[in-house]
């Protein structure tokens, strides 16, 4: 696009107050002072973008694969392929929208002369899901500045950042598992460890009886094994909206994370044929495709059809409510993200009536209580933004839950609210293990798999 | 490439940074050729005080402590603006004036004139510099800015008009015994004031007294029922039951009102209908005479005035303060903050009057129009007061303000001054203009030339700047298209320079032949020019 820019325009008007002031004062200097501003008016008039010029630009990207979370450092590089100097090339990379730009700036301003380059670098916050970058936006002026050229410019080298969500191989796979999909209960039955023995009763199973000891006593003995029930694994995503915060522009939010981390272990446990129902706690009905249940929950159950295709749902239902908020927040009060922060009155209350032995009254935790079998193993994940995560751990291990929590720590840089959150967090979680659940502290620095592998290996051997 | 992105438009610093030395280093040589120092001075900082006004008065963090500033700042500025034409035209004017011959009136003014214009375009280069640098000119923040003003304005102005009232009436009823006009006002005042304040003793005065009671006993009602005295009582049992006797005391206020009212129309009737000794004759000698003395006691009509006045103060300030602690205490801090600052400013004027009236009339003594100041200064301050003078003389300087606002708003509205550039505009074209002027001034050549070529390169790398800034934001690095685009600037205009000296060369030889001609000459090559420039175009 083409567009001469009437930029020296004013230069007429000075001339003609300079030949005024100039007849007022009877001073010949400024009559022929007007040269000056008439020559301006010249240099714009006469000033063309000069034949032959071209442009080529080339972008690579540091990591085609990161892991949501990652800073990717991109770099553009623009080089004068044509034969005049342009002394002044705005470039505009065109990064994907939904990618923040975390570190430097997309944008460039400079001059080159033939066969020079210039390089512009950036870095973006990678987030799930495959972007493509856009062609550069550049603008070139001639030297007066009157004249100007906009174009796309086509480049060369990367173009997309693909941020994968699954799992390319069982994270723990040399992580002891000693019966997958069975959890070794304290009642004595068929099984293979021995249990107890007891007097026989009729109707017991042939095999069961002690033969040997029949053969001494003359007494019927049966034998108990140690029975081995299989077991529901029970997931369940923290996503109400205090959960949702991040702790800088463009960073996922303590939701996705907690979703990006459930949805690894229920992979890992899908290949490892343990029964995983999945739930997401604090969803809005618009959020989940087919609306929320009637107790506010949504609530995918191992035994239905398609059950991993609508854990996805869930998953990805996650994001939309953290997208949905962060729209929410930029569009109306700054405040509105801050009150989600820890310190909140709405933690206040959740924790006074959840103390040791108290009621519980938050409807959200009271319909996950009601819902779960009665024999299930709970991974709780969340950011451990407020009480509500220990309020509920509490409660399963009163009710004898085996129960874990994975907590993404959000807490990064050294500001004192930061300092605030990650020593509340740190006091969560401890409350958190001293009421009998094991607790996954996920550094996010560290990769996701140690983290992962820790908790299911955990999970497993209990 | 999307222009519609709202970055902020803030103006790299390498742009920044030749605006301001530019501005700096021209403003300071232009300011040498001047001979009134002060004033140029004086100029240089109210355009930076102004600057300094308009972002206080848009400064969101702390918006009532800025209104407040904005507020108090408008008298400095304000008298700055004066200082630095009046004060010019006032030091100049010593020094020009009287000419020896007639032929000497027309250069002198023409200097004089220069010279004002020179300090208030640098005032206008410092001032556009100054608010480029945080782009503070624009439509909301001038609108703003100029509603302070207005509303510091106003009481001063309100001050200023009751003084000016008392005076001009004190002055016209000392009057009443000079013939002519004078006599007519002051024997008119006179009428209509005697009557009420100063009766004529030895009769009755019912109906006017009766009508002040009125008036009086109303305000005190209506200030009573304003006052919270209820609520500042404590809610215990044993409290005394304030509530029935305020209640009692306002409706004997009413009453007395009300009966007042009723009964001055028929006292009126009687007073001018039977006459004094009819009157007399009607009423027992003891009544009629303690009736006289009340209704004709100048004491007691002052104490009625200001029972009224002062029922009427109460309940305004009631209802003010009842307003005042509904609204938030921010929309009160910017609502009030300029009020606030009127008053802080109409003190400060009061407390300054004596010694700031003696300055100006010695300013004024020493200039061709003291024989004005004899004639008319003097009487004037005889008749007002120092006070007074001086107020009217702040609100005069206060109007020139709002005036530039206005003018400030005006322009922004019509689009001659766009809201992105209008800083760097505004610089150029006082650095331009102070430039031309001064090349009618014992200017040197260069500095003429360098001033012409300087306001441009400021107002081109000013509006390159912001473009720049907008379309790539000041994180990217710009700085080298930024010193290759003004290095252009300036090689332009260095060649237009060359051409003006050269140019001027040939032109002083023939106006030293034949002026007329080479005026005329030189205007026909002018518009020839101009008519091939549009043509190219």
Same mark, same amino acid.
């Given at each position: 696009m083409h567009r001469r820019v009437r930029r020296w325009s004013g230069g007429l008007a000075a001339a003609l107050f300079l030949v005024s002031v100039s007849l007022l004062t009877a001073e010949p200097l400024l009559l022929a002072a007007t040269a000056i501003p008439l020559i301006y008016v010249a240099y714009g008039a006469l000033s063309r973008m000069p034949a032959g010029t071209d442009l080529q630009a080339t972008r690579s990207v540091s990591d085609a694969q990161p892991t949501p979370g990652e800073p990717v450092a991109v770099e553009l590089t623009l080089t004068n392929t044509g034969s005049s100097s342009l002394t002044?090339?705005?470039?505009?990379?065109?990064?994907?929208?939904?990618?923040?730009?975390?570190?430097?700036?997309?944008?460039?301003?400079?001059?080159?002369?033939?066969?020079?380059?210039?390089?512009?670098?950036?870095?973006?916050?990678a987030k799930r899901g495959t972007y493509t970058f856009d062609a550069a936006a550049v603008r070139v002026r001639t030297l007066s500045a009157s004249d100007e050229v906009t174009v796309d410019l086509p480049v060369a080298g990367d173009g997309t950042l693909t941020c994968s969500n699954t799992v390319s191989e069982v994270p723990m796979a040399d992580a002891t598992l000693p019966r997958a999909g069975t959890l070794p209960t304290d009642t004595?039955?068929?099984?293979?460890?021995?249990?107890?023995?007891?007097s026989y009763q009729p109707g017991d199973p042939v095999n069961r009886i002690d033969w040997r000891r029949y053969a001494k006593t003359d007494e019927l003995t049966t034998i108990d094994y140690r029975e081995e029930q299989a077991v529901r694994t029970v997931l369940v995503v923290d996503a109400r909206p205090p959960a949702r915060v991040t702790p800088e522009p463009g960073f996922p939010t303590g939701a996705e994370l907690s979703a990006y981390a459930a949805e690894r272990l229920f992979d890992a446990l899908s290949r490892t044929s343990v029964v995983a129902s999945v739930c997401a706690v604090g969803l809005a009905s618009e959020d989940v495709p087919g609306g929320l249940g009637p107790d506010g929950l949504a609530w995918v159950d191992a035994s239905g059809g398609h059950a991993a295709a609508h854990a996805r749902q869930i998953f990805d239902s996650v994001g939309r409510a953290a997208a949905r908020q962060s729209d929410a927040d930029s569009a109306g009060d700054a405040d509105v993200s801050e009150d989600d922060q820890?310190?909140?009155?709405?933690?206040?209350?959740?924790?006074a009536t959840t103390a040791d032995g108290g009621t519980i009254e938050d409807p959200a935790l009271l319909a996950v209580l009601a819902r779960l079998p009665p024999t299930a193993q709970v991974v709780v994940f969340s950011p451990a933004a407020d009480d509500w995560p220990v309020s509920l751990v509490s409660s399963l291990s009163v009710r004898e839950y085996p129960t874990t929590l994975v907590s993404p720590s959000l807490a990064r840089g050294d500001s004192l609210g930061a300092a605030v959150a990650s020593t509340e967090r740190t006091a969560r979680l401890q409350r958190a293990e001293l009421s009998g659940a094991t607790v996954i502290d996920w550094d996010l620095d560290s990769p996701i798999d140690v983290a992962l592998r820790a908790s299911l290996a955990d999970l497993f051997s209990v | 490439m999307d222009d519609t992105i709202s970055l902020p438009t803030r103006m790299p610093w390498t742009s920044l940074a030749t605006v301001i030395g530019v501005t700096a280093l021209l403003v300071a040589g232009l300011l040498g050729t001047v001979s009134a120092d002060r004033a140029a001075l004086v100029g240089v900082a109210t355009g930076v005080l102004l600057a300094l006004s308009l972002w206080l008065s848009g400064w969101d963090r702390w918006q009532a402590v800025g209104t407040v500033l904005? $507020?108090?700042? #408008?008298?400095?500025?304000? &008298?700055?603006?004066?200082?630095?034409?009046?004060?010019? /035209? @006032? $030091?100049?004017? #010593?020094?020009?004036?009287? &000419?020896?011959?007639?032929?000497?009136?027309?250069?002198? /003014? @023409?200097t004089l004139l220069s010279q004002?214009?020179? &300090?208030?375009?640098?005032?206008?280069?410092?001032?556009?510099?100054?608010a480029a640098t945080r782009g503070v000119v624009d439509t909301e923040r001038v609108g703003t800015y100029g509603g302070v003003v207005v509303r510091t304005t106003a009481v001063p102005f309100a001050v200023a008009l009751v003084l000016f009232t008392r005076g001009a009436v004190d002055f016209l009823q000392s009057n009443a015994g000079t013939p002519g006009v004078q006599q007519l006002t002051g024997e008119a005042l006179t009428q209509v004031l005697e009557p009420i304040f100063d009766p004529v003793p030895g009769r009755t005065h019912i109906a006017i007294f009766s009508l002040l009671l009125a008036l009086a006993a109303a305000a005190l009602a209506r200030g009573l029922d304003a006052l919270p005295l209820s609520e500042l009582v404590p809610e215990t049992s044993d409290a005394p039951d304030v509530d029935r006797a305020v209640a009692v005391v306002e409706r004997t206020f009413r009453w007395t009102g009300r009966l007042a009212l009723l009964v001055a129309p028929v006292a009126g009737l009687f007073e001018l209908g039977l006459g004094?000794?009819?009157?007399?004759?009607?009423?027992?000698?003891?009544?009629?005479?303690?009736?006289?003395?009340?209704?004709?006691?100048?004491?007691?009509?002052g104490l009625l005035w200001w029972l009224f006045l002062s029922g009427t103060v109460v309940s305004v300030a009631v209802w003010f303060l009842r307003r005042t602690v509904q609204s938030s205490a921010d929309r009160?801090?910017?609502v009030l903050a300029p009020y606030v600052g009127g008053g802080v400013i109409t003190l400060a004027v009061v407390a300054v009057a004596g010694p700031a009236v003696d300055a100006i009339e010695t300013a004024l003594r020493a200039t061709p129009a003291a024989a004005a100041v004899e004639q008319f200064f003097v009487p004037i301050l005889d008749v007002y007061g120092p006070e007074t003078v001086t107020l009217a003389l702040a609100v005069v300087a206060l109007f020139s303000l709002i005036s530039v606002a206005g003018q400030l708003s005006v322009a922004l509205a019509t689009s001659y001054l766009r809201e992105r550039t209008a800083g760097v505009t505004l610089a150029?074209?006082?650095?331009?203009?102070?430039?031309?002027?001064?090349?009618?001034?014992?200017?040197?050549?260069?500095?003429?030339?360098?001033?012409?070529?300087?306001?441009?390169?400021?107002?081109?790398?000013?509006?390159?700047?912001?473009t720049l800034g907008h379309e790539v934001g000041s994180g990217a690095a710009t700085r080298r298209t930024e010193l290759v685009h003004t290095g252009g600037t300036v090689a332009v205009g260095g060649v237009g320079a060359a051409a003006t000296a050269g140019l001027s060369g040939v032109a002083r030889g023939s106006i030293a032949v034949e002026p007329s001609v080479a005026v005329a000459g030189l205007v026909v090559c002018l518009v020839a020019v101009l008519a091939l420039v549009a043509a190219i175009r």
């Open positions: 002044d090339v705005r470039v505009i990379d065109g990064v994907p929208e939904e990618l923040p730009v975390v570190e430097g700036s997309p944008r460039l301003c400079t001059s080159l002369r033939p066969d020079e380059s210039a390089t512009l670098s950036y870095a973006v916050m004595g039955g068929s099984g293979l460890e021995f249990h107890s023995t007891r820890p310190e909140q009155p709405g933690g206040e209350a959740t924790r | 904005a $507020s108090v700042l #408008a008298l400095p500025v304000a &008298v700055g603006l004066s200082l630095a034409t009046g004060g010019t /035209v @006032v $030091s100049l004017g #010593a020094e020009l004036f009287p &000419v020896t011959s007639q032929a000497g009136v027309r250069p002198a /003014v @023409v004002v214009i020179v &300090v208030l375009g640098c005032l206008t280069a410092v001032f556009g510099a100054t004094q000794e009819s009157l007399a004759g009607l009423l027992p000698a003891g009544l009629y005479d303690f009736i006289v003395a009340v209704t004709a006691a100048p004491g007691l009509r009160v801090g910017t150029a074209a006082g650095l331009f203009g102070a430039s031309a002027f001064a090349a009618t001034l014992s200017t040197p050549t260069w500095l003429v030339l360098a001033g012409l070529v300087g306001a441009v390169v400021v107002w081109d790398a000013g509006s390159f700047g912001t």
